[in-house]
């Protein structure tokens, strides 16, 4: 209620604790016009958000109410599945300013008589009547008028003609008003008992709607949102009597509806909520540590399929960005955070959050070390060759830049710098005096760096004769070759590589002399003809199985230089490598096939000389009519086309170098459809209940039975509607069934591969017939489960690395619940925050953090009750990696 041309504010508060985003709020005036059509200088729409209370306000400015504005409103808050609503009335009061001029008639119940304003000056204004034509109509004093009469006995095309001569301005409402006035007063007969206003069931539970009729032989039609429901498994009709019920079995949250029960031209309506349960985290986060640049990647399962969770990091929501850092991922009840590239700054909490419940892990990033294979060595070369700095790290992402003098290094057509892989590469082509100096390597991101120094030799040879060129410069041989080594050997060959010497003079270096001989003799004999100018070679036409004994010369013109020689004599054979098997992961578990589908399993493996390869199946050789193997050198690949039950079992392969040998095994389990139960048989009845029994199928598909689908169908109409589905036992008893009906009921197998193609029927059939006895339940002596404390899996010794956590665990039962103390050497651990114990369903876990030589000793468990104690022991060693 408030006074002509006041400002009004109508505040609408809704709780954002449980709502993961903003809220849809519409505001609507009447039934069916949305003010946010209407808004501008006269009527405002506000909303804000405060962050600590967690609270959204929305508010609605009325400014300078008119006479006009007053009416019912509405305010509707929606949020995904969710949904409210508030209703309210607006009063306007015309004394508290002046004096209003008499309006003339009166009109009954709360529509008045007023002539119209002129509208559209104000985009705000909520006055619609300056849509009517403007007229001015003089409404003489006399009786009052009752426009609902006058409206009721007109015919529909009078209706404008009577709003204009009364000034009505919201015709639309008032003729849906007579509407359902028209429909009120023709009472419905065909229902006794109606639907309620509303329903609500939680999502996976069964919800019954029931209606009464008068004709106990009226057929009726269900509705869904205006669509006709048909029966099926999860849409069932009865009739009993007088009453028409509609059973949804496994509500879900599309069931959430408008639903209609119809019969001839009578219809009864009601609305069904269907509540979802909390979502529980099943499986929590873990604390993780990881290196900068590695991926990350944090996951929990929860108890509903489809479930939204909320990922924060310290508090802030996480969301997808272009940048792709974070990713989230559903599979099932796993949902996956994954950050690319981890950086420092990524390092904090994180918080997984439901409806009912969340998860927080800590995320730890350390700066990657990095390891270099092989540093850059300094360099002395001549005038126009070429010098080569070279450096290889252990990431190969790492880049670097080249510096000479402290000045770094740009490309040009002579100096070029190269990236591939780990090996970073600085190359000058035609080697300067100037390009003389210190040349460094600096890995980006890190504190170090790695340097060489490039010494120009400058030879001058003047044309003069010989013997004053070696008077002025006196010639002298080379230092000997180094690091001579061998890289690879066969039955006749070796390759051999070494480096330059390390000092090579004023003569020059004409090239190099390599030489064998066998064991025990003095005979060198000359690899090649001539001299090789390379710093590697490989020697054919070697004697087998001889040792030989290889050395390296320089020369240049003064003579050969020191041999640089192996200091072993080397066997020409080929280097066996001993064989070995690289099982991957996914067959390192039963590999399971359904019937029909193909099997291709490729099997790497090492070994030299090229292995023998050799397959098993059940310790006996392999069928290779229907079953395909290839062999390479690296290794072997078995394909089944179309795979049977047959071709179930272990297969073994070996893998076979000389007299060395690996062996490996892989089970494959090739699996069908089931058949269906034996022996269905109808155990007792009483009430509305049947007790069923049945025997396991005889062919269970080689897999474990899942479980069983019952079902039940009326002898009149023989149509199947479900009753239990994944039932374990092989006995369940079904209830609420019909009085007056007859039943048959049959028996799906279920598995890994579904349900069994035929299922198994009750020969006979059940009558339900009216009770006419109590049902006195036979008395049972009350079981006492008590007992104390027993570890049904006890402590056992571990080895731990440290820096990293570790957990000891075992595994407890008694009754009532036993009170757990965890104790390191006799001390009680409960108050350490070094330390967190969990139990789960009787598993008891200790987690020690990040342990170090000071978390060596002996560990304890001790679980009590009223009746007894229970210790479990184990030894903890920490090792320094």
């Known amino acids: 209620m408030c006074c002509l041309g006041s400002d009004i504010i109508f505040t609408s508060r809704v709780q954002g604790t449980n709502i993961l985003r903003k809220p849809t709020v519409r505001w609507f005036k009447g039934k069916w016009m949305d003010v946010s059509s209407k808004t501008g200088a006269h009527l405002q729409l506000k909303e804000t958000y405060d962050r600590n209370s967690k609270v959204y306000t929305f508010e609605m400015h009325i400014i300078q109410a008119k006479s006009n504005d007053a009416g019912g409103y509405r305010c509707e808050v929606t949020d995904k599945d969710r949904f409210d609503c508030c209703n309210f009335e607006l009063t306007v009061h015309g004394e508290c300013l002046h004096k209003q001029t008499e309006r003339k008639g009166v009109l009954r119940d709360r529509w008045q008589?007023?002539?119209?304003?002129?509208?559209?000056?104000?985009?705000?204004?909520?006055?619609?009547?300056?849509?009517?034509?403007?007229?001015?109509?003089?409404?003489?004093?006399?009786?009052?008028?009752?426009?609902?009469?006058?409206?009721?006995?007109?015919?529909?095309?009078?209706?404008?003609?009577?709003?204009?001569?009364?000034?009505?301005?919201?015709?639309?409402?008032?003729?849906?008003?007579?509407?359902?006035?028209?429909?009120?007063?023709?009472?419905?007969?065909?229902?006794?008992?109606?639907?309620?206003?509303?329903?609500?069931?939680?999502?996976?539970?069964?919800?019954?709607?029931?209606?009464?009729?008068?004709?106990?032989d009226a057929e009726?039609?269900?509705?869904?949102?205006?669509?006709?429901?048909?029966?099926?498994?999860?849409?069932?009709?009865?009739?009993?009597?007088?009453?028409?019920?509609?059973?949804?079995?496994?509500?879900?949250?599309?069931?959430?509806?408008?639903?209609?029960?119809?019969?001839?031209?009578?219809?009864?309506?009601?609305?069904?909520?269907?509540?979802?349960?909390?979502?529980?985290?099943?499986?929590?986060?873990e604390d993780q540590v990881v290196m900068a640049g590695e991926r990350v990647e944090f996951e929990l399962e929860v108890s509903e399929e489809g479930a939204l969770v909320k990922w924060e990091r310290n508090g802030q929501e996480l969301r997808r960005e272009e940048t792709f850092k974070y990713r989230f991922k559903k599979d099932g009840k796993k949902h996956v955070l994954f950050i690319n590239e981890a950086?420092?700054?990524?390092?904090?909490?994180?918080?997984?959050?439901?409806?009912?419940?969340?998860?927080?892990?800590?995320?730890?990033?350390?700066?990657?070390?990095?390891?270099?294979?092989?540093?850059?060595?300094?360099?002395?070369?001549?005038?126009?060759?070429?010098?080569?700095?070279?450096?290889?790290?252990?990431?190969?992402?790492?880049?670097?830049?080249?510096?000479k003098n402290d000045v770094e290094v740009i490309p040009n057509n002579r100096m070029q710098i190269t990236h591939i892989g780990r090996i970073h590469k600085l190359v000058i082509d035609n080697v300067r005096p100037e390009d003389e100096g210190d040349y460094t390597f600096v890995p980006d991101g890190f504190a170090f760096n790695l340097s060489a120094k490039l010494n120009f030799l400058e030879v001058k040879i003047d044309y003069v004769p010989r013997q004053v060129l070696t008077d002025s410069f006196p010639a002298a041989p080379t230092s000997e070759p180094t690091?001579?080594?061998?890289?690879?050997?066969?039955?006749?060959?070796?390759?051999?590589?070494?480096?330059?010497?390390?000092?090579?003079?004023?003569?020059?270096?004409?090239?190099?002399?390599?030489?064998?001989?066998?064991?025990?003799?003095?005979?060198?004999?000359?690899?090649?003809?001539?001299?090789?100018?390379?710093?590697?070679?490989?020697?054919?036409?070697?004697?087998?199985?001889?040792?030989?004994?290889?050395?390296?010369?320089?020369?240049?013109?003064?003579?050969?230089?020191?041999?640089?020689?192996?200091s072993q004599p080397v066997t020409i054979r080929e280097i066996v490598q001993r064989p070995r098997i690289c099982l991957p992961r996914n067959l390192r578990?039963?590999?399971?096939?359904?019937?029909?589908?193909?099997?291709?399993?490729?099997?790497?493996?090492?070994?030299?000389?090229?292995p023998v390869v050799s397959w098993l199946k059940d310790g006996q050789p392999l069928n290779l009519q229907d079953i395909t193997v290839r062999n390479s050198d690296s290794d072997t690949i078995l394909f089944i086309r179309s795979a049977e039950r047959?071709?179930?079992?272990?297969?073994?392969?070996?893998?076979?170098?000389?007299?060395?040998?690996?062996?490996?095994?892989?089970?494959?389990?090739?699996?069908?459809?089931?058949?269906?139960?034996?022996?269905?048989?109808?155990?007792?009845?009483?009430?509305?209940?049947?007790?069923?029994?049945?025997?396991?199928?005889?062919?269970?598909?080689?897999?474990?039975?899942?479980?069983?689908?019952?079902?039940?169908?009326?002898?009149k109409t023989m149509e199947w509607f479900v009753v239990y589905e994944h039932c374990r036992r092989i006995e369940c008893s079904v209830s609420e069934l019909v009085v007056g009906n007859e039943y048959f009921f049959r028996i799906f197998t279920e598995n890994l591969c579904g349900l069994s193609e035929e299922a198994a029927q009750s020969k006979d059939s059940v009558y339900i017939q009216k009770p006419g006895t109590e049902y006195k339940p036979p008395s049972y002596k009350e079981y006492d489960f008590t007992e104390p404390p027993k570890f049904t899996r006890p402590l056992i010794d571990r080895s731990v690395i440290c820096g990293y956590n570790a957990t000891l665990s075992c595994a407890v039962r008694g009754t009532p619940k036993p009170k757990v103390v965890w104790c390191k050497n006799q001390v009680d651990l409960s108050g350490d925050p070094r330390y967190r114990?969990?139990?789960?369903?009787?598993?008891?876990?200790?987690?020690?953090?990040?342990?170090?030589?000071?978390?060596?000793?002996?560990?304890?468990?001790v679980a009590s009750n009223p009746l007894g104690e229970a210790r479990s022991n184990c030894k903890l060693e920490v090792r320094v990696p």
């Not at 205006?226 to 009453?243: D, W």
């Open 837 to 861: 114990m969990f139990s789960n369903q009787g598993v008891l876990t200790l987690e020690i953090r990040k342990p170090s030589s000071f978390d060596v000793g002996i560990y304890s468990c």
């Open 589 to 610: 578990q039963k590999v399971l096939k359904v019937v029909g589908e193909s099997v291709n399993l490729l099997i790497p493996f090492q070994g030299k000389p090229r």
């Open 113 to 216: 008589v007023g002539t119209s304003t002129d509208g559209g000056e104000e985009a705000g204004e909520l006055d619609f009547s300056a849509l009517l034509k403007k007229r001015n109509v003089k409404v003489e004093e006399g009786p009052k008028i009752d426009v609902w009469e006058i409206l009721q006995n007109a015919p529909p095309t009078q209706y404008e003609k009577i709003a204009f001569q009364y000034g009505i301005t919201d015709l639309r409402g008032m003729l849906k008003r007579l509407k359902q006035m028209k429909k009120d007063e023709k009472k419905g007969t065909a229902f006794l008992t109606k639907l309620a206003g509303a329903y609500q069931v939680d999502k996976g539970q069964t919800m019954k709607l029931m209606v009464e009729v008068a004709n106990p």
């Open 220 to 285: 009726v039609k269900w509705l869904k949102n205006g669509q006709e429901l048909h029966p099926s498994g999860r849409f069932i009709f009865e009739n009993i009597g007088n009453k028409r019920m509609l059973t949804i079995n496994h509500c879900s949250l599309a069931d959430d509806a408008a639903y209609q029960c119809v019969l001839g031209d009578e219809k009864t309506i009601t609305e069904l909520f269907v509540r979802e349960p909390p979502v529980l985290i099943t499986h929590p986060l």
């Open 483 to 566: 690091n001579l080594t061998v890289e690879n050997v066969s039955d006749t060959a070796i390759s051999l590589k070494w480096r330059a010497p390390e000092k090579v003079g004023a003569a020059g270096l004409d090239g190099y002399l390599v030489e064998y001989c066998k064991e025990g003799s003095n005979d060198w004999v000359p690899a090649q003809q001539g001299l090789t100018d390379r710093n590697s070679i490989l020697i054919h036409d070697l004697p087998t199985g001889e040792r030989m004994h290889f050395r390296v010369r320089a020369i240049n013109m003064a003579g050969p230089s020191a041999a640089a020689s192996l």
């Open 343 to 403: 950086t420092k700054e990524d390092a904090g909490h994180y918080t997984a959050k439901t409806n009912g419940d969340q998860s927080v892990a800590e995320l730890l990033v350390q700066e990657k070390q990095l390891e270099v294979y092989q540093d850059i060595a300094d360099l002395t070369v001549k005038a126009e060759e070429q010098a080569v700095f070279k450096c290889e790290v252990s990431d190969e992402k790492v880049k670097g830049t080249w510096f």
């Open 646 to 715: 047959g071709h179930s079992g272990i297969y073994q392969l070996q893998v076979e170098v000389e007299s060395a040998q690996d062996t490996a095994s892989i089970h494959i389990q090739v699996i069908d459809r089931p058949g269906p139960p034996v022996a269905v048989k109808i155990r007792e009845v009483w009430g509305l209940n049947v007790a069923l029994s049945w025997l396991p199928p005889k062919d269970d598909g080689n897999c474990e039975i899942t479980g069983y689908t019952i079902q039940k169908a009326d002898k």
